[in-house]
T-cell receptor, first 116, second 112 residues
Framework: GAVVSQHPSWVICKSGTSVKIECRSL??????MFWYRQFPKQSLMLMAT?????????EQGVEKDKFLINHASLTLSTLTVTSAHPEDSSFYIC????????????FGDGTRLSIL | KNQVEQSPQSLIILEGKNCTLQ??????????LRWYKQDTGRGPVSLTI?????NTKSNGRYTATLDADTKQSSLHITASQLSDSASYIC???????????FGAGTTVTVRA
Protein backbone atom coordinates (compact mmCIF):
# COMPACT_ATOMS: atom_id res chain seq x y z
CA GLY A 1 0.00 0.00 0.00
CA ALA A 2 0.86 3.64 -0.23
CA VAL A 3 3.47 4.77 2.24
CA VAL A 4 3.95 8.21 3.70
CA SER A 5 7.11 8.85 5.66
CA GLN A 6 7.28 11.60 8.23
CA HIS A 7 10.50 12.78 9.85
CA PRO A 8 11.46 13.28 12.59
CA SER A 9 9.15 11.14 14.68
CA TRP A 10 9.99 12.97 17.89
CA VAL A 11 11.70 16.27 18.57
CA ILE A 12 12.39 18.16 21.76
CA CYS A 13 13.74 21.67 21.56
CA LYS A 14 14.02 24.92 23.42
CA SER A 15 11.48 27.68 23.20
CA GLY A 16 12.24 30.13 20.41
CA THR A 17 13.81 27.69 18.01
CA SER A 18 12.36 26.69 14.65
CA VAL A 19 11.56 23.09 13.82
CA LYS A 20 11.15 21.56 10.36
CA ILE A 21 9.07 18.45 9.79
CA GLU A 22 9.25 16.53 6.51
CA CYS A 23 6.50 14.53 4.88
CA ARG A 24 7.32 12.28 1.93
CA SER A 25 5.13 10.05 -0.18
CA LEU A 26 7.45 7.14 -0.90
CA UNK A 27 5.76 5.21 -3.68
CA UNK A 28 3.33 7.61 -5.30
CA UNK A 29 3.05 11.21 -6.35
CA UNK A 30 0.67 13.14 -4.16
CA UNK A 31 -1.36 15.88 -5.77
CA UNK A 32 -2.18 17.28 -2.38
CA MET A 33 -0.70 16.99 1.09
CA PHE A 34 -2.34 17.95 4.35
CA TRP A 35 -0.99 18.93 7.72
CA TYR A 36 -2.89 18.13 10.88
CA ARG A 37 -2.41 18.79 14.54
CA GLN A 38 -3.69 16.47 17.24
CA PHE A 39 -3.91 17.11 20.96
CA PRO A 40 -4.30 14.18 23.39
CA LYS A 41 -7.67 12.47 23.20
CA GLN A 42 -8.88 14.87 20.51
CA SER A 43 -9.63 14.70 16.80
CA LEU A 44 -7.12 15.52 14.14
CA MET A 45 -7.47 19.19 13.27
CA LEU A 46 -6.62 20.27 9.75
CA MET A 47 -4.07 23.06 9.74
CA ALA A 48 -3.41 23.54 6.05
CA THR A 49 -3.70 22.06 2.59
CA UNK A 50 -0.65 22.07 0.40
CA UNK A 51 -0.52 21.63 -3.36
CA UNK A 52 2.74 21.18 -5.18
CA UNK A 53 4.07 24.41 -6.61
CA UNK A 54 1.51 26.69 -5.04
CA UNK A 55 0.93 28.43 -1.72
CA UNK A 56 -0.65 26.44 1.04
CA UNK A 57 -4.23 27.10 2.07
CA UNK A 58 -4.50 27.59 5.81
CA GLU A 59 -7.51 26.86 7.96
CA GLN A 60 -9.09 29.62 9.96
CA GLY A 61 -7.13 30.41 13.08
CA VAL A 62 -3.86 28.90 11.86
CA GLU A 63 -1.07 31.46 11.59
CA LYS A 64 0.62 31.09 8.23
CA ASP A 65 3.68 33.01 9.39
CA LYS A 66 4.01 30.66 12.33
CA PHE A 67 3.55 27.43 10.43
CA LEU A 68 5.43 27.67 7.15
CA ILE A 69 4.57 25.07 4.57
CA ASN A 70 6.63 24.32 1.51
CA HIS A 71 5.56 21.80 -1.11
CA ALA A 72 8.46 21.76 -3.54
CA SER A 73 7.69 18.47 -5.27
CA LEU A 74 4.94 15.91 -5.70
CA THR A 75 6.57 13.73 -3.05
CA LEU A 76 7.73 16.19 -0.41
CA SER A 77 6.07 18.75 1.80
CA THR A 78 7.63 20.42 4.83
CA LEU A 79 6.12 22.15 7.83
CA THR A 80 8.31 24.58 9.74
CA VAL A 81 7.16 25.71 13.16
CA THR A 82 8.88 29.05 13.57
CA SER A 83 9.91 30.45 16.95
CA ALA A 84 8.23 27.55 18.69
CA HIS A 85 6.76 27.99 22.15
CA PRO A 86 5.47 25.44 24.68
CA GLU A 87 1.90 25.91 23.46
CA ASP A 88 3.03 24.60 20.06
CA SER A 89 3.79 21.25 21.63
CA SER A 90 1.56 18.72 19.94
CA PHE A 91 1.39 15.73 17.61
CA TYR A 92 1.70 16.86 14.00
CA ILE A 93 0.54 14.48 11.28
CA CYS A 94 0.79 14.84 7.53
CA UNK A 95 -1.16 13.01 4.90
CA UNK A 96 -0.84 12.63 1.17
CA UNK A 97 -3.68 12.41 -1.27
CA UNK A 98 -3.34 10.73 -4.64
CA UNK A 99 -6.57 12.17 -6.00
CA UNK A 100 -9.90 10.63 -6.91
CA UNK A 101 -13.09 10.24 -4.88
CA UNK A 102 -12.41 6.83 -3.38
CA UNK A 103 -8.75 7.29 -2.65
CA UNK A 104 -7.95 7.62 1.04
CA UNK A 105 -5.61 10.11 2.52
CA UNK A 106 -2.47 8.20 3.48
CA PHE A 107 -1.14 9.36 6.82
CA GLY A 108 2.38 9.60 8.07
CA ASP A 109 3.21 8.30 11.54
CA GLY A 110 3.28 11.75 13.02
CA THR A 111 5.84 13.93 14.76
CA ARG A 112 5.70 14.45 18.49
CA LEU A 113 6.90 18.01 19.11
CA SER A 114 7.82 19.03 22.65
CA ILE A 115 8.91 22.59 23.30
CA LEU A 116 10.63 23.22 26.61
CA LYS B 1 -20.69 21.50 16.92
CA ASN B 2 -18.65 18.66 15.48
CA GLN B 3 -20.18 17.09 12.41
CA VAL B 4 -19.06 13.62 13.50
CA GLU B 5 -19.76 12.32 16.99
CA GLN B 6 -18.46 9.01 18.28
CA SER B 7 -19.41 6.87 21.24
CA PRO B 8 -18.32 5.56 23.59
CA GLN B 9 -15.28 7.71 24.25
CA SER B 10 -13.44 4.63 25.47
CA LEU B 11 -14.08 1.02 26.29
CA ILE B 12 -12.27 -1.96 27.74
CA ILE B 13 -12.95 -5.49 26.54
CA LEU B 14 -11.48 -8.91 27.18
CA GLU B 15 -9.50 -10.64 24.50
CA GLY B 16 -11.72 -12.76 22.28
CA LYS B 17 -14.86 -10.70 22.91
CA ASN B 18 -16.72 -8.59 20.37
CA CYS B 19 -17.47 -4.88 20.54
CA THR B 20 -19.32 -2.25 18.54
CA LEU B 21 -18.38 1.38 18.16
CA GLN B 22 -20.86 4.05 17.11
CA UNK B 23 -20.59 7.07 14.86
CA UNK B 24 -23.31 9.68 14.33
CA UNK B 25 -22.81 12.28 11.65
CA UNK B 26 -24.64 15.34 10.40
CA UNK B 27 -22.83 15.69 7.08
CA UNK B 28 -25.27 14.66 4.38
CA UNK B 29 -24.76 13.77 1.67
CA UNK B 30 -21.14 12.82 1.80
CA UNK B 31 -18.62 11.37 -0.58
CA UNK B 32 -17.59 8.48 1.67
CA LEU B 33 -17.32 7.41 5.29
CA ARG B 34 -14.22 5.71 6.58
CA TRP B 35 -13.14 4.07 9.75
CA TYR B 36 -9.50 4.52 10.65
CA LYS B 37 -7.41 2.76 13.27
CA GLN B 38 -4.81 4.87 15.04
CA ASP B 39 -2.27 3.14 17.24
CA THR B 40 -0.75 5.24 20.00
CA GLY B 41 1.88 7.56 18.59
CA ARG B 42 1.18 6.54 15.01
CA GLY B 43 -0.78 7.93 12.10
CA PRO B 44 -4.28 6.68 11.24
CA VAL B 45 -4.66 3.69 8.93
CA SER B 46 -7.79 3.19 6.83
CA LEU B 47 -9.84 0.10 7.77
CA THR B 48 -13.00 0.45 5.71
CA ILE B 49 -14.62 2.82 3.26
CA UNK B 50 -18.29 3.12 2.39
CA UNK B 51 -20.02 5.35 -0.08
CA UNK B 52 -23.37 6.98 0.61
CA UNK B 53 -25.25 4.06 -0.95
CA UNK B 54 -23.46 1.19 0.78
CA ASN B 55 -24.70 -0.54 3.91
CA THR B 56 -21.81 -2.68 5.04
CA LYS B 57 -18.15 -3.31 4.42
CA SER B 58 -15.84 -5.85 5.99
CA ASN B 59 -12.09 -6.02 6.43
CA GLY B 60 -11.13 -9.19 8.24
CA ARG B 61 -12.49 -9.02 11.77
CA TYR B 62 -13.70 -5.45 11.25
CA THR B 63 -17.19 -4.86 9.86
CA ALA B 64 -18.57 -1.40 9.28
CA THR B 65 -22.24 -0.63 8.73
CA LEU B 66 -23.95 2.48 7.48
CA ASP B 67 -27.54 3.66 7.86
CA ALA B 68 -27.99 6.77 5.77
CA ASP B 69 -31.54 7.29 7.05
CA THR B 70 -30.48 7.64 10.67
CA LYS B 71 -27.06 9.04 9.79
CA GLN B 72 -25.30 6.39 11.82
CA SER B 73 -22.36 4.12 11.24
CA SER B 74 -20.94 1.40 13.40
CA LEU B 75 -17.71 -0.55 13.51
CA HIS B 76 -17.92 -4.08 14.86
CA ILE B 77 -14.77 -5.84 16.00
CA THR B 78 -15.08 -9.61 16.18
CA ALA B 79 -12.96 -11.86 18.39
CA SER B 80 -10.83 -9.00 19.63
CA GLN B 81 -7.06 -9.36 19.90
CA LEU B 82 -4.58 -7.47 22.02
CA SER B 83 -3.35 -5.74 18.87
CA ASP B 84 -6.80 -4.21 18.42
CA SER B 85 -6.02 -1.82 21.28
CA ALA B 86 -6.07 1.55 19.54
CA SER B 87 -8.19 4.57 18.80
CA TYR B 88 -10.83 4.09 16.12
CA ILE B 89 -11.81 7.17 14.22
CA CYS B 90 -14.89 7.75 12.08
CA UNK B 91 -14.16 10.10 9.19
CA UNK B 92 -16.54 11.62 6.67
CA UNK B 93 -15.38 13.08 3.37
CA UNK B 94 -17.39 16.10 2.28
CA UNK B 95 -18.96 15.89 -1.18
CA UNK B 96 -16.96 17.41 -4.00
CA UNK B 97 -14.18 18.06 -1.56
CA UNK B 98 -11.20 16.27 -0.21
CA UNK B 99 -11.50 17.67 3.28
CA UNK B 100 -12.26 15.25 6.07
CA UNK B 101 -14.49 15.61 9.12
CA PHE B 102 -13.03 13.60 11.97
CA GLY B 103 -14.74 12.14 14.98
CA ALA B 104 -12.86 12.35 18.27
CA GLY B 105 -12.34 8.61 18.21
CA THR B 106 -13.11 5.71 20.53
CA THR B 107 -10.20 4.32 22.49
CA VAL B 108 -10.40 0.54 22.69
CA THR B 109 -8.33 -1.36 25.21
CA VAL B 110 -8.22 -5.14 24.88
CA ARG B 111 -7.07 -6.99 27.97
CA ALA B 112 -5.89 -10.58 28.25
Amino acid sequence: GAVVSQHPSWVICKSGTSVKIECRSLDFQATTMFWYRQFPKQSLMLMATSNEGSKATYEQGVEKDKFLINHASLTLSTLTVTSAHPEDSSFYICSAFLGGGDQPQHFGDGTRLSIL
Amino acid sequence: KNQVEQSPQSLIILEGKNCTLQCNYTVSPFSNLRWYKQDTGRGPVSLTIMTFSENTKSNGRYTATLDADTKQSSLHITASQLSDSASYICVVTLPNDYKLSFGAGTTVTVRA
